[in-house]
């Protein structure tokens, strides 16, 4: 018998997620185009699962040239965009080769371009930075940048040109967001080509998208159609989305401390009193944090109790007493459906959904349910 942990990926629930956040988007901007970010394998859920939950979707976002390939043998035929662009010269056969768009944030990715025949025109996306500092051309020289992309696309080198830039706060602060949308539309006012913004956060900001600028719109949400939530203050629930990823277990000890005995490396948590604690096959090997101190939710036999003592490799302890018929062989829900958000967890361990979701190991199986309904 394989070792009880395990992943359920709903893609039931991808689906839903994907089409609230769609009628979200397009209740304040018509005609809007959505596109999935599915980078890091799908935020951990695997790209099969990414591509029939997010089938309705107008277009994908990701990195890796491996999975934009296995996109494509999975029968993906629609928009295909690689986040960060090229890296080198021999990439670009890759891209043509598969229909990949590519995301333009430097320089010398525009001398490649020049200095290259393509078989194919290339779909481009010309980066430009508002205030994140991360990718981009700077304000002052994006319209040089801009023009050179358009002089490529006169010589049949790319397809279509949009324009896109990334928000740093959408999640926390609009006066920052508010200040990057005005210097993106100042910077970009007349320039042809659609328009691409909008992350998770800046998506199910209602009325935002009205702000994003001249020409066809597309947003780019990612994690919140995994049903995790972008925002510290509001959970995904509140929000109409569904965990797409659960990660269960189930009790394989349980015994009594007396007040005062240590559990665990370190014995960081003693007894206060007399108590039973279980024992999870599930630990930081699996992609559980490792840093999830004691309370950190957790659901057994359907109860909602607490993580206590150190996480290790491979097992867990939880608190007992709110359980007491609990013993070995009673389910476990370390997040998602029936048990915490993923958010929960992440919040009590000092990090975010985005971080557990993609962490989750390859030693981990998983079940995917299909929109279909089967497993």
């Given at each position: 018998m394989p070792r009880p942990v395990l992943a359920t990926i709903d893609a039931r629930a991808m689906a839903a997620n994907l089409d609230t956040v769609s009628r979200l988007a397009r209740a304040t901007l018509p005609g809007v185009s959505v596109w999935a970010v599915i980078k890091a394998r799908g935020y951990g859920h695997g790209i099969q699962a990414a591509i029939e939950g997010f089938a309705q979707a107008d277009g994908l976002a990701l990195l890796d040239f491996d999975e934009a390939v296995q996109c494509r043998e999975l029968?993906?035929?629609?928009?295909?965009?690689?986040?960060?662009?090229?890296?080198?010269?021999?990439?670009?056969?890759?891209?043509?080769?598969?229909?990949?768009?590519?995301?333009?944030?430097?320089?010398?990715?525009?001398?490649?371009?020049?200095?290259?025949?393509?078989?194919?025109?290339?779909?481009a996306w010309v980066k430009l930075n508002t205030g994140m500092h991360r990718l981009g051309f700077q304000p002052e020289e994006y319209r040089h940048q801009y023009a050179r992309a358009l002089a490529l696309q006169a010589r049949g080198q790319l397809g279509q040109v949009g324009r896109m830039t990334h928000f740093a706060r959408a999640d926390d602060d609009p006066a920052t967001t508010r200040a990057q949308l005005a210097c993106f539309r100042t910077v970009t006012a007349g320039l042809p080509g659609p328009v691409s913004v909008c992350n998770s956060a800046a998506t199910l900001t209602a009325g935002l998208s009205r702000t994003l600028g001249e020409g066809p719109q597309v947003v780019r949400p990612g994690v919140c159609l995994y049903g995790a939530s972008p925002f510290s203050s509001k959970s995904a629930a509140s929000l109409g989305l569904?965990?797409?990823?659960?990660?269960?277990?189930?009790?394989?000890?349980?015994?009594?401390l007396q007040a005062g005995e240590g559990i665990g490396y370190g014995h960081v948590y003693r007894?206060?009193?007399?108590?039973?604690?279980?024992?999870?096959?599930?630990?930081?090997?699996?992609?559980?944090?490792?840093?999830?101190?004691?309370?950190?939710?957790?659901?057994?036999?359907?109860?909602?109790?607490?993580?206590?003592?150190?996480?290790?490799?491979?097992?867990l302890a939880v608190d007992l007493d709110p359980i007491p018929q609990a013993g070995p062989g009673a389910p476990v829900v370390l997040w998602g459906a029936g048990g915490p958000s993923v958010d929960e967890v992440a919040a009590a361990s000092a990090t975010i959904g985005y971080e557990l979701l993609v962490a989750l190991a390859p030693r981990v199986p998983r079940r995917v349910v299909s929109v279909a309904g089967t497993g």
């Open positions: 029968g993906w035929r629609k928009p295909i965009l690689l986040l960060e662009g090229f890296f080198e010269p021999a990439d670009l056969a890759l891209v043509q080769a598969h229909d990949l768009g590519i995301v333009i944030h430097d320089s010398g990715q525009l001398d490649i371009l020049e200095s290259m025949h393509l078989e194919r025109p290339v779909d569904q965990p797409a990823m659960t990660l269960s277990s189930v009790l394989i000890s349980a015994h009594s007894a206060p009193h007399g108590m039973r604690v279980g024992i999870v096959a599930c630990g930081y090997a699996d992609g559980y944090p490792r840093h999830a101190p004691t309370g950190t939710p957790v659901q057994v036999a359907g109860v909602r109790t607490r993580v206590v003592g150190r996480i290790s490799m491979d097992m």
